[in-house]
């Protein structure tokens, strides 16, 4: 193909030289320059911000209204000209009242000029400055975020950047909290900065609010000062310098508790109510610095580490340095904590930011992928280190199924400059396909070459802002090896290698051919570099070929003396990939899971063994319930459908020592789902079930209790009556569960006063629950739900909720037509029976009153949804 572009490129030259025409040649456009319309635009282009000055540092002394959401500002820059010279500054500000712009001149104060259009913040200097010259600017401004025109995205809901909570106190249970969220570039939105990702400075910041909040903001609490009016003065210093948009500020009444890391404070900030939960949940801090400092040969370079939990927060967590902000979904009781934690990987995530993406920036969103593609590979080897590789190998297949799933509707490249809004880099390529990258990466150059490789790149550009290149060169300079080949297809190209693998052994010549192709579209898709590990298994022993999968189709030939019992390709299962992997003998799964070392090997069997009933595939996943890996146990459960046939006494016996004594309460509560499920009619679970829902696990009890349902209705009605009070989503929604089967119009208070107090998934289980419960109430009950139905589909601030929502209205309408329609054919074969004809018209009519009412809200949802992919879901577009 080089050559014959090549080609096509001396051809078109010597056209143009020879015969100047209407019509330039080039290789993949025709410009026909006569025509307008068929002369190409420059295609996006999202550069890095061009430097026009350095911002050093940045002090800022800011004040609230609780009342109006203000927050008074004062903001003192020090910046030098990058280069050029100029008399112009330009500083992002979103919605201010700007009140004064001055020249601090040695603390001689003289006003400066200014244009101001909302957004940015054009200052007339007193004179050129050069780049061997500093100044320092004063803005005194008031920042409105509550009057500005916001957007967001799925990653970031908002990017009004500082936040009022609760303000006015009026909802009771919320406490009252003012926090920020700076990235991408939001906060801006409460100080003015140059608001880039290739900035940086060090700064301090003067928080003046009531005595009784907590404050928390980026470095060191240097100094407290009591003002005499109810108010106190709190002096953070950070004297390292970090990105303008990690600058952040937490205020509220939060517990503090203290820990350490070597010398160095690590602080977490909680609710009240959870301050005795608090090392419970943050605990594994200290050992997490302790950790990726030694793997990475780089000791933490920050002089504290805090964690702030706070209500409403707008995206998941944020990586602010020195001070990370999360949402309260990881508050968790030490009861709740029984079953998992639900923020340990957000936790070492956001820490492992302080080197990747703190520590070292990425210059622009374009390369985001330095910043999360690192963060999420930071938790792969967290759980490597604390828990194993199962553990680790599994949350890197959660990552490769999430990437295909968004795959199937957008394939881009990883690090791409075409992006329509910067919160479009926030997607599941950054995160999780990039975190298969580096895997893959790891894999190819080593441990050792590959950590080398990071402790130079880290100290090679700490404190400054990067692009996807210079981890590249960085690798170059440590293996010595040229990996453009790597970067190209893996970072500047989209897709991912689709493959179909086959086998053959040949017995007259004692060799074994594997072929692997590739089955991408190549248009769109690189044909890949694959370098892989084949192992071959014969007679209790174990080869290893290392081969290259480089052509569209790759033939392999390996001389063994047998037949192998097994041929395991992509040994190490790093490959990110779709793959179809037709062996020759359903057997060799069996003997994959008996034999191969990986968590993916062992999954990749039981998922392919699962469909077939068969002795020696029943017996592996029978074999697979003890498996030492908890999500192979609970893979196994899920997969007993055909075992359950032809051995349901041997299944049973085995879910209940599961139920019994399975060391992780997850494993349990699947054993528990499955007994329910498969033994439906077996009453002598009642006592099983009933001991499970007085369990201390939250997820024992709810699925115990759901199980109940299912064989004994008065005793799970009266556990269900019990736990109505209960605020853990897991109850809750086994609640709703039981209600779901069994509950009449006396059961809808209790999902209307949950509907409001729940959020999140746990919120979204209950959804469904409620709709089916309503499907089985009568026409008062539903139009008593009318309005929390409606409040569902248009106003939930989550996307996924709304389509909860529009599902749970759309199921209500759908079982109206259907009776509906049954009671039309009963109106049809009616002859001559006037009372009966009257009464199934009147019911008919009913009926579509209740549909004219659901479809009012489906009109609704459909005049004012803006998500694309529920447009679309609608019919819309």
């Known amino acids: 193909m080089i050559n014959r572009l090549f080609l096509f490129s001396i051809v ?4 143009v030289a020879c015969k100047p025409t209407q019509t330039v040649n080039l290789p993949e456009q025709v410009i026909e320059m006569n025509n307008p319309n068929t002369v190409p635009t420059q295609p996006i282009y999202n550069s890095s911000y061009t430097r026009n000055f350095d911002l050093l540092h940045t002090k800022l002394d800011v004040k609230f209204n ?7 500002g004062k903001a003192e820059l020090t910046l030098k000209p990058y280069f050029y010279a100029t008399n112009t500054l330009k500083l992002n500000a979103r919605g201010f009242d700007v009140n004064k712009v001055q020249l601090n001149n040695n603390g001689a104060y003289t006003d400066l000029k200014y244009t101001y259009d909302g957004l940015l913040l054009t200052i007339n200097l007193d004179k050129t400055y050069t780049r061997n010259d500093t100044l320092k600017v004063f803005v005194d401004y008031t920042a409105k975020p509550n009057e500005l025109k916001t957007g967001g995205s799925d990653a970031i809901k908002s990017d009004k950047g500082l936040y009022f909570i609760n303000p006015d106190g009026t909802e009771k249970d919320k406490p009252k909290q003012i926090w920020t969220q700076g990235e991408t570039e939001s906060n801006s939105t409460w100080f003015p900065t140059i608001d880039a990702s290739n900035e940086r400075c060090t700064g301090e910041i003067a928080i003046t609010i009531e005595e009784k909040y907590k404050t928390l903001s980026n470095g060191i609490l240097t100094q407290q000062e009591i003002n005499g009016d109810g108010t106190r003065t709190d002096f953070w210093e950070m004297d390292q310098p970090h990105a303008p948009y990690l600058f952040m500020m937490a205020i509220g009444e939060f517990a503090v508790v203290k820990d350490k890391w070597k010398n160095i404070e690590v602080d977490y900030y909680v609710d009240q109510d959870y301050e005795k939960d608090a090392k419970a949940i943050f605990g594994l801090t200290p050992e997490m610095i302790e950790f990726f400092s030694k793997r990475l040969g780089v000791e933490y370079p920050w002089k504290k580490y805090s964690q702030v939990v706070v209500q409403d927060y707008v995206s998941g967590a944020m990586e602010n340095t020195t001070a990370v902000i999360h949402g309260d979904f990881v508050q968790q009781t030490t009861r709740e904590l029984l079953d998992g934690s639900a923020g340990e990987d957000v936790i070492s995530h956001e820490l492992f930011h302080h080197w990747f993406g703190d520590l070292v920036t990425c210059e622009s969103w374009s390369n985001l992928p330095l910043n999360e593609s690192f963060a999420t590979y930071g938790e792969y080897l967290w759980n490597e280190y604390k828990y194993g590789l199962d553990a680790a190998d599994y949350g890197l297949q959660n990552d490769l199924n999430v990437y295909l799933q968004e795959a199937q509707e957008d394939q881009v490249d990883m690090v791409r400059f075409n992006y329509e809004k910067r919160e479009d ?10 975190g298969r990258i580096l895997h893959m990466l790891r894999n190819y150059l080593g441990d050792d070459a590959f950590f080398e490789s990071l402790k130079y790149y880290l100290n090679k550009h700490q404190y400054t802002d990067v692009e996807m290149h210079e981890l590249r060169l960085a690798c170059e300079d440590v293996s010595g090896e ?3 080949w790597f970067f190209n297809q893996w970072f500047y190209a989209s ?7 086959n086998y053959d052994y040949d017995e007259a010549s004692k060799t074994q051919l594997v072929t692997i192709e590739q089955k991408q579209l190549f248009t769109k898709t690189p044909l890949y570099r694959l370098p892989i590990k084949i192992d071959i298994y014969v007679n209790g022993k174990i080869e290893t070929y290392k081969v290259n999968a480089n052509e569209a189709l790759n033939t392999f030939t390996f001389n063994v003396e047998n037949k192998p019992n097994l041929v395991n390709v992509d040994a190490d299962k790093i490959l990110l990939c779709e793959k179809v992997d037709n062996k020759n003998d359903s057997a060799e799964w069996a003997f994959m899971y008996l034999n191969a070392p990986k968590y993916l090997d062992r999954y990749e069997a039981i998922t392919n063994l699962a469909p077939i009933n068969e002795p020696f595939a029943n017996e592996i996943i029978i074999k697979a319930l003890a498996d030492k890996y908890e999500n192979i146990r609970k893979v196994a459960i899920r997969s007993l459908k055909n075992v359950v046939q032809t051995q349901p006494e041997l299944v049973k016996t085995a879910l209940i020592k599961i139920a019994k004594e399975d060391p992780k309460t997850r494993i349990k509560s699947e054993a528990i789902s499955a007994l329910a499920k498969y033994f439906s009619n077996d009453n002598s679970l009642t006592s099983l079930f009933a001991d499970g829902v007085k369990n201390e696990s939250y997820a024992v009890s709810s699925k115990s209790l759901e199980a109940l349902a299912v064989v004994d209705k008065d005793a799970a009605m009266k556990y269900a009556k019990e736990f109505e009070k ?15 089967l069994h509950g009449g119009a006396a059961e809808h208070a209790f999902f209307k006063e949950k509907y409001y107090s729940l959020e999140g998934w746990g919120k979204y289980g209950f959804i469904s629950s409620y709709g089916n419960y309503l499907k089985k109430q009568n026409d008062e009950t539903v139009n008593e739900a009318l309005p929390i139905l409606e409040d569902l589909a248009t106003q939930e601030k989550a996307w996924w909720m709304r389509m909860a929502g529009i599902n749970v209205v759309a199921d209500l309408e759908n079982n109206y037509a259907m009776r509906a329609e049954v009671l039309t054919q009963e109106l049809k074969s009616t002859k001559g029976d006037v009372e009966k004809e009257t009464t199934l018209k009147a019911a008919i009519a009913q009926i579509e009153q209740q549909q004219n009412k659901l479809m009012a809200i489906i009109e609704k949802v459909k005049l004012n949804e803006k998500n694309q992919y529920l447009r679309k879901m609608l019919g819309l577009e």
């Not at 609780?66 to 008074?72: M, N, Q």
């Not at 209960?726 to 779901?740: H, K």
């Open 482 to 484: 040229d990996l453009n």
């Open 425 to 434: 880099m926030f997607d599941a390529h950054s995160y999780q396909k990039g």
């Open 66 to 72: 609780w009342e109006k959401s203000y927050l008074y």
């Open 726 to 740: 209960e605020t853990n989503s897991s109850l809750v929604g086994a609640v709703g569960a039981v209600y779901e």
């Open 495 to 501: 897709g991912h290698p689709i493959l179909e693998i």
């Open 12 to 15: 078109a030259l010597l056209m």
